[in-house]
């Protein structure tokens, strides 16, 4: 046990069994790696993390849904999903996708970036996808028009919402296993927009996104988040951005196929039966 007080005070106070939240001792380092990943200002990115901070509306909705649930804090504490936030508040997409919505708490931040955007004239949709039918319940009504929540397995919903489709933004959070997430990231890119962001929110666990970036000639990225007092030693934001006719040709037969190589054994350990996060 790397931090046994924080463990001990996590049982007393909280009451979340997976998908833990808390906020990050890393916030700023985000901001920057959010910056160099899109080529853009750190003060640009920064200024989104402080329009979140400042988002007293959307963080007391958020707030109140929360204390329906019963374990776990009412405090939004959104990690690591504060990048996914810059991201599309940075690009303005048409259309993001996140596998893996659970109570919707990256769902409803990824929702309220599309609805900032959408007052600057920029309109986009999120679909994000679930097995669980009792998913997404911490979207409300303002969220759930910027959301299309799509029920059942992705490895069948998925190819089906995206049939002639491009996507801007993806993001890999659903069935943590590296069959299933080369999968999900393989699909991803055979609908890549012009520009596609494609995260992956296990690459601190396997390496399927790396393996993808190897074989394409991509850049790979990855932050590692660090929580503030909690035990839980974070996850990360894998990234690569694939951008059409630079680096990789989408168009000359490269195929990247699901769980073609097995997972490295280091890194990938436990994975195969999915990571916590
Ligand atoms: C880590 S959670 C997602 C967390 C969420 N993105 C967030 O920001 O809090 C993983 C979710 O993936 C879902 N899931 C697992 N296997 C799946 C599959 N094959 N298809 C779709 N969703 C799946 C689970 O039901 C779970 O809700």
């Known amino acids: 046990m790397r931090q046994p007080r924080l463990y001990v005070r996590f049982i007393v106070r909280g009451r979340e ?13 985000l901001a ?12 640009e990115i920064a200024g989104y993390i402080d329009e979140l901070d400042g988002d007293k509306e959307f963080l007391s909705a958020v707030s109140e849904r929360l204390r329906q649930r019963k374990g776990g804090s009412n405090k939004p504490m959104f990690g690591r999903r504060i990048g996914w936030y810059c991201i599309v508040r940075a690009v ?6 996140e596998t893996g919505t659970a109570d919707g708490l990256g769902t409803v931040l990824l929702a309220r970036a599309l609805a900032r955007n959408a007052e600057e ?15 997404g ?6 969220s759930a028009s910027h959301v299309r929540l799509l029920i059942g397995d992705s490895a069948v919903t998925l ?6 489709r491009e996507v801007d933004v993806f993001i890999h959070d659903s069935d943590h296993s590296y069959v299933h997430e080369k999968a999900e ?13 494609l995260i992956s929110d296990n690459a601190h666990a396997t390496t399927a996104l790396h393996e993808i970036c190897t074989d394409l000639g991509l850049d790979y990225l990855l932050f590692r988040e660090r929580p503030l007092d909690h035990f839980y ?22 195929q990247i196929v699901g769980g073609s190589h097995p997972p490295d054994v280091d890194r990938a350990k436990g994975s195969e039966k999915g990571s916590e996060l």
Do not use: C, K
């Open 17 to 29: 069994t997976s998908n833990f939240t808390y906020e990050l001792a890393n916030q700023a380092e």
């Open 32 to 43: 920057v790696f959010v910056a160099n990943a899109l080529g853009r200002p750190w003060q």
């Open 92 to 97: 303005s997409p048409g259309v993001v996708v």
């Open 121 to 135: 004239g920029f309109r986009g949709e999120l679909l994000s996808f679930d097995i669980d039918p009792r998913s």
């Open 137 to 142: 319940w911490l979207l409300d009504e303002s």
């Open 159 to 164: 190819p089906r919402a995206l049939s002639g």
């Open 185 to 197: 990231l393989a699909l991803a890119l055979d609908h890549a927009a012009e520009r596609l962001v």
């Open 233 to 254: 030693p974070g996850a990360g934001i894998g990234m690569a951005i694939v951008t059409r006719g630079v680096g990789v040709s989408m168009d000359d037969g490269q």
